[in-house]
């Protein structure tokens, strides 16, 4: 087993250093620099070269690379050329504001979708529920993220009005940790929350349905029914035993939820990490742009290798060498 | 009936003969085929109304025999490519904002018409043009550089190297059950750097603070660093001049100003000013703000301040600009960017100035309109009336909301969260919701910012003057504004400056009118011609 996390490390600290390098070449193969801007606004060609040196571009892009990684191995994702401060006190406020529609979407996604995976699950093959969950299930899957989201905006917010449709809290409200702790947050919070809960039914109600079709025919159903229990119980006994691999996927997918949150964030102008990253590459402000590839790329290496860790625990039958 | 069939076989061949002798012949008077044009414009990022004005121009063009690669391409490569790097393949059609400063028409004069400048894309060179671009300049004497900008204008619109296509028209939408005297601040663009409309604006209602619905966030505080939001600084930090809503600069933080010679600017500051900590702003505050900004250059500023040498303290509230070379622009684009710090709060920072993170250190202090309240990183940002001001605002305060997109900037306007919207939303979307709804007022800003066709100088066909010419009398400028930016862009004057910057325009240039068969004359005279399906050629060589 020590031989086995050992192996993962290692691949997992290859896999973050070539995404690293991979990013690292992207911004800078783009035809513009992010002095462009300031270009148009008359700014002299001396003043660039000063911007230039200040932010680490004026090298050759080797000379830049060498120089990025060193800076990255001692925790310096360097200064936000928009912000004027080090990347990682950039991103940090927008990481909680982030947390705060991933962890409750993807947990009250999982919770939904997998009841209804039961449901659908247990219900007669072929019949109306299991035809009408799978076809729910499919075009939620089919619709991009934006999608949900401009539909619950269009009806909840626009032509209802019954939550706002934009921002973390109203303009007038408080500050602080208390802003986090009042009911004009909660009102906020509303949409976007279903937009991520939304997102994240259909994976979990397919994988909980797979599974119980599958557990149904398993002697241990037979023998719970034998026993003469309801069969409410039966499902239950089904669905538990289905658990499995939606409890090794909801690492990984909370890794993805924060990558994949971007949209929701942008539909409902949520200040999260997401937007952020959006617009830091809008204007190429590479060290926040890198920094939070960077972190995205360590929290799905990371997710993988506890989801697979997890799953021998929880599967003794599962052992790794 | 064998003579009969011979006779229409002959007759056939001869008259097909005749046809392909005369054909051929026709074909050697013309030269090379011109070929297909690249015609590059600012792609979907910046909205629709580039792609649907290059297509109606290109479709007047095409009436010349000209055929066209449509090249959409994403805004800040469009920047550095073709407005400053000089890599314009053929042609070019986008836009220049209404900037406050542009009232001054050294952009247009200079930095994208004479040789050597870095955004003069089009890469026309003419001498005597570029020195007068530089005599301009050193004429502080507005009639003097006045006569000198119209001669200028007279020799570009002979030699035509690009044109303006259209003029835009910004809008703004505000609340009017909630506001009251919201003044339009034409020829130039909502920009906070005006009076008009944040500092005129009055509330009617007991909600005192003015909710602006906008996209972007603010990058810093720190005036020396911060170059997308300058105007936003400058709520916050007075400068020393406004630009009035008659596009000339008028006293702010300076009550007056005079220059003792070509190169000494002798300013004297109101007496009645305070920063927002309550200490008098004096001419030391002054100089030393003008000192130490020329002493560390901070590049962002670099476009603005390179002609200033220093400034030397007369008494406490008079001072002086030393200037390197006499500037006629300095009124206009210097004295109403440069900002005043106060000295007691900066000159024992020992640090790096330019990157000072004003908020943290507490010292987010000017002596502008309003104060530094609150800065929720894009979210909102909260200046509260500094109600000592000279020009203090009938309110209590501005918030600007960082709403990152248009959607959501029209919902908070229809909620009531937002007072006031600008540029932000589509001008179109924001004039059908001042139609729709009774409490939203939309007002129009023609303004001096403009659309413009661009074609490489250097090569083939448009180094030829009477292809430019011909192009250009087959420019359908009205057309454009009305299709393409539906309706809110007017036709644009002759010449290469817009005709909003009044005095400096020169109303006497022979107007251009759209007239396609006067353009393919023109073509026809230059020994141009047209093969048999259409396509325009080079005359023969």
Redo the contacts between chains.
Sequence with gaps: MRAYITRRLLQAILVVFVVTTIMFFMFRIMPADPTTMFLEGGMTEEARQVLLEEWGLNGTIWEQYVLYMGNLLTGDFGNSFFYRKPAWEVLFPFIINTLWIAVPGLLLGAFIGSALGMIVGWAPRGGKVERSGILLATIIRGAPSFVVGIGLLAVFSSYLNWVPGYGMGDPQGQTGLMRYLNWDFAHHLILPLCAVIIFFIPENLLLMRSGVVEARTEDYIELVRAKGVSEKRVAWHAGRNSMLPLITWLFPALAETIAGIVVVEIVFSWPGVGRELVLAVVRQDYPVAQAAFFLLAIMIVLANLAADLTYSKLDPRVAYK | MNYLVKSVATATVGAGSLFFASAALSQEKLGEIVPKLSLAYYAADMGPVYEQSARVLSQEWAKLGLEFQMRPIQF??F???I??GGKLEDMAVFSVGADPDRIDPV?YLN?ISACGQ??NGSSWCNEEYTRLAEKQLTQVNSDERRETIHQMQELFQSQIPWWPVTNTVYGILYNSDKWENVTNPSPVAAHENLVDPWLAARPLTDDR?M?WAYLE?V??Y?PM?E??ATGWMRFVYDTFAKIGADGKSRPWAAESWEFTDDTTVRVTLRDDMTFHDGEAVTADDAVFTINKIVEI?P??M???I?NIAGATKIDDHTFEFNLKTPDATFETIAMTYLFILPEHLWADYEGDMV?R?VVADGVAIGSGPFMFK?W?????H?LRTHKAHFAAPAYDGI?R?????A??IR??M??G?ADIATTVLPVAAMSDLGMQEDFLEFIEIPSHGTMMTWLNNTKPPFSDLEFRRALKTATARQRAAIEGWLGFAVPAGEGNVPRQTGQWYNSDLEPVAFDIDAARKILEDAGYGWDDDGRLHYPVK
């Excluded at chain 2, 929720?376 to 909102?380: A, G, Q, S």
Aim: aromatic share 2%.
């Design positions: 800040s490569t920047v550095s490519d407005i400053v952009f930095n870095r955004a603070i909710d966030d990058s810093t720190n660093s170059e997308g250059q590049p962002t670099s476009s603005r390179g990157n993170d609150e929720r990183v894009n979210e909102l909260d918030r909301l960082a709403l990152g997109q959607d959501a919902s908070t229809l909620d969260t």
